[in-house]
């Protein structure tokens, strides 16, 4: 089935600076979903990307999705220790389900 | 409202026990989805419902787990003769439509499964 894989898997940021993870796939993504899940917490929908080439910002966030729609990317800037958790991208797929990434383990040093 | 919930939020079972675990969707959502997300991993899809019908079941690991949605609204995920490997976050989630490619999905706090 597909696989779509996101990197990096760990990712330690002093506060104020940039993070970027990135979601690959190697055939064409349908929708990219991307959620953030808290320590502890349940993923949480942060955003929807569809067509080729988007780009979509919400505050300090901001994501892309590949002209090729093969990739997407998460980018924050001037992460802040509320931005720690796990984010994930998720494609739909031709199905009725997400099909998730392995997701980024964000922790943000104060 | 209320968001999804589900209970228990946490279940321990010993080996070979049936575990059986609910999950209330956000009222009126059509589309609802079971999860399992393993340690560090990222959530994979089990089944999908919409409204009653169990329109998709491909990711069910084995024919120990069965999941249900009788009336439409709450889902129950049941897994007989628990094995260690089971041992997981059980996630539900739903969704207002059913044209489910695009529109985002709302998840429960998880069931934490625990076999010893």
């Known amino acids: 089935g597909q696989q779509v894989m996101q990197i990096p898997q760990y990712q330690h940021v002093q506060e104020g600076e940039d993070f970027t993870t990135y979601c690959n796939s190697s055939?064409?993504?349908?929708?990219i979903q991307w959620y953030k899940q808290r320590p502890g917490g349940h993923p949480v929908f942060l955003i929807q990307?569809?067509?080729?080439?988007e780009v979509k910002k919400q505050k300090r966030l901001t994501f892309q999705f590949g002209e090729a729609k093969k990739n997407s990317s998460l980018h924050i800037t001037a992460t802040q220790t509320t931005d720690v958790g796990t984010y994930f991208c998720?494609?739909?797929?031709?199905?009725?389900?997400?099909?998730f990434g392995s997701g980024t383990q964000l922790t943000v040093l104060p | 409202g209320a968001g999804v919930s589900q209970s228990p939020r946490y279940k321990v079972a010993k080996r070979g026990q049936d575990v059986a675990l609910r999950c209330d969707p956000i009222s009126g959502h059509v589309s609802l989805f079971w999860y399992q997300q393993a340690l560090g991993q990222g959530p994979e899809f089990l089944t999908y419902f919409q409204n009653e019908a169990q329109l998709d079941k491909s990711g069910l690991p084995s024919d120990r787990f069965f999941a249900e949605r009788p009336e439409g609204s709450v889902s129950t995920l049941k897994i007989q003769r628990t094995q260690q490997e089971d041992s997981a976050v059980y996630l539900c989630?739903?969704?207002?439509?059913?044209?489910?490619?695009?529109?985002?999905?709302?998840f429960g706090p998880g069931t934490r499964l625990t076999v010893t």
């Open positions: 055939t064409t993504l349908s929708n």
């Open positions: 998720a494609d739909s797929g031709s199905a009725r389900q997400l099909t």
């Open positions: 990307l569809v067509k080729s080439g």
């Open positions: 989630a739903s969704s207002p439509r059913t044209r489910v490619l695009t529109y985002e999905q709302y």
